[in-house]
C-alpha cells in the first residue's frame, strides 16, 4: 500500500525521537522513500546519520539546505510529499503550526506543501492537557489536520498518564489509511466480534472461544476503505480498535 510512495517524516526535539528511526524502517519495509526533515532540538536526541542510513537518503537539518544543489529545500520537499508525519510532535511543532509560525525548515516545509499532515504527539501529561495546547491541536483538526492520539502510562519524565508516543503500528496504520480506496464510503457496516453469550437460565449461557481478531481486523478494514462501522464486541483480551 505504500510502496514507492514519497513520505515526508518530520522528527522534533522530545524524548520519543528515538523511536522515528524505528518508523522509517517500517515506511521502508513498506517499499515508501522516506525523506527526514530533523529540527536543531532533534539532533540533540538523535543524529542525522542515523537516519541517512536508515531511509536512504540525505536527511534535511535547516532552512538552508537545497535539495539537488538546486531546488529551494522545503519547496522541494513539500511538493514532493504524499503525506508528512510529524512524530515525535511537541507542543513547540503543533503550537507553531496552529498560529502560522515558520521559523525553521520543518515548519515552513508544512506552510508549503498541500499533503495531508498527521502529528503524533508526545509529552509530559501535564503540557498534553494545557487548554493552550488542546485549542491549537482543535484548530488543526478543523483545518483537516490528523492526529494519532498518544497513550496513557508512565512517562519518560516517571509521571503517569497520558502523553507518551502512540505505538508505532497505530502511526503506519494511519498512514495507509490514507492512501486505501474509498470504495465503500457511504455505506454502514455492522461487525460482531468476539465471544458471543447467550442466556440458558440465570445461570448458564452458551458461549464460544472467539477472540475477536477476526471481527476487529474487518472492522478496521471496513473503516480504511470509508465504511461508517459499528463494532458489537464481547469481552476480549485484545485492545478495541
Not at 97 to 111: H, K, P, R, W
Not at 117 to 127: C, E, G, H, K, L
Not at 135 to 144: A, F, S
Request: charged share 20%; net charge neutral; hydrophobic share 45%.
Amino acid at each position: 500500500m505504500l510502496k514507492e510512495k514519497e513520505i515526508v517524516l518530520g522528527v522534533t526535539g522530545g524524548i520519543a525521537a528515538y523511536k522515528a528511526a524505528e518508523l522509517v524502517r517500517l515506511f521502508v519495509k513498506e517499499g515508501a522513500h522516506v525523506h527526514v526533515a530533523m529540527t536543531k532540538n532533534a539532533q540533540e536526541f538523535i543524529t542525522p546519520l542515523t537516519f541517512q542510513t536508515l531511509s536512504g537518503n540525505p536527511v534535511v537539518t535547516d532552512s538552508f539546505t537545497l535539495v539537488g544543489e538546486q531546488e529551494i529545500g522545503h519547496i522541494a520537499l513539500a511538493d514532493l510529499a504524499e503525506v508528512v508525519v510529524i512524530l515525535p510532535a511537541t507542543a513547540n511543532i503543533i503550537g507553531k503550526i496552529a498560529n502560522g509560525i515558520a521559523d525553521d525548515f520543518l515548519s515552513t516545509m508544512v506552510m508549503a506543501t498541500k499533503a495531508p499532515i498527521v502529528f503524533a504527539p508526545s509529552m509530559n501529561v501535564n503540557m498534553w492537557e494545557n487548554k493552550a495546547l488542546q485549542k491549537n491541536i482543535q484548530t488543526l483538526r478543523d483545518r483537516g489536520y490528523q492526529f494519532v492520539e498518544p497513550g496513557e502510562g508512565e512517562l519518560a519524565c516517571h509521571w503517569y498518564g497520558k502523553g507518551r508516543l502512540a505505538e508505532l503500528g497505530e502511526v503506519l496504520e494511519k498512514v495507509e489509511d490514507l492512501f486505501s480506496k474509498k470504495d465503500l464510503k457511504g455505506q454502514k457496516i455492522l461487525v460482531t466480534a468476539g465471544p458471543t453469550q447467550e442466556p440458558l437460565d440465570p445461570v448458564r449461557f452458551l458461549t464460544n472461544p472467539s477472540s475477536g481478531k477476526m471481527g476487529y481486523a474487518l472492522a478496521k478494514m471496513a473503516r480504511r476503505r470509508g465504511a461508517e462501522v459499528i463494532l458489537v464486541t464481547g469481552p476480549t483480551s485484545i485492545p478495541i480498535p
